[in-house]
């Protein structure tokens, strides 16, 4: 098992375009989360995908937004990229069956830089 | 307001003595809380939650209702301790996301 897999793992964008990162969950788990990690600050939850419906959201613009597939992957969209959209993306993946007592998993993260 | 407060973004200590690292949070019930690590160059782990009531790496955690605070623990350092911490708390129902503190930086030195 891989575990989570983001893709791409770098990317440079420009103010004002857009980028959609993707992420594949662990092994067996549905229920997807992102998490945006400003330089020296912790993570900050964006938004949680299960059943291929955003089922909780972070305070974050609608300029994000996501989608999950029936494979459980999901991909997070930003459009109008700001300068202050830089930050390390992370995906965490979790089994929802497994109720309060289950481990979120990270990927390794996607470092996006908007220029 | 839900928050996860980590006062020290660097603590350095020397191999063998005691760590702490301060974590303490606001949250309007039951949450559960969690550390987690991320070593040079590897993604975010769990390092321990407080139901598990365990000690992982030789680190413990102890929840303090009264005083909402979750302190990390170790009693001798190791320089493999040497990482960028993340107290994290989680809502008791099913689902719910996970709110980060800042972070501490632990540096253990020879």
């Known amino acids: 098992d891989a575990g989570v897999t983001q893709s791409p793992t770098h990317l440079i964008k420009t103010r004002g375009q857009q980028v959609t990162l993707r992420c594949s969950p662990k092994?067996?788990?549905?229920?997807v989360s992102w998490y945006q990690q400003a330089l020296g600050q912790g993570p900050q939850f964006i938004f949680q995908?299960?059943?291929?419906?955003?089922?909780q959201r972070g305070n974050f613009p609608d300029r994000f937004s996501g989608h999950q597939f029936p494979n459980y992957s999901s991909e997070l969209n930003v459009n109008a990229l700001l300068l202050g959209d830089s930050a390390l993306y992370l995906c965490?993946?979790?089994?929802?069956?497994?109720?309060?007592?289950?481990?979120?998993?990270f990927g390794q993260g996607t470092r996006l830089t908007v220029v | 307001a839900q928050r996860v407060t980590q006062p020290e973004k660097l603590l350095s200590v020397f191999k063998g003595a005691p760590v702490e690292l301060k974590c303490n949070y606001s949250y309007s019930g039951s949450p559960e809380l969690f550390w987690y690590v991320q070593y040079s160059r590897q993604r975010l782990q769990l390092l321990l939650r407080?139901?598990s009531r365990e000690s992982i790496k030789g680190f413990t955690a102890d929840l303090n209702k009264g005083e909402t605070s979750f302190h990390l623990k170790k009693p001798f350092a190791q320089e493999e301790d040497s990482a960028m911490y993340y107290c994290?708390?989680?809502?008791?129902?099913?689902?719910?996301?996970?709110?980060f503190g800042k972070g501490t930086t632990l540096s253990v030195s020879s």
């Open positions: 994290a708390l989680r809502g008791n129902q099913a689902g719910t996301a996970l709110i």
């Open positions: 965490a993946s979790s089994p929802r069956a497994g109720g309060v007592n289950t481990e979120a998993f």
């Open positions: 407080h139901i």
């Open positions: 092994s067996g788990h549905d229920t």
């Open positions: 995908y299960y059943e291929e419906e955003e089922r």
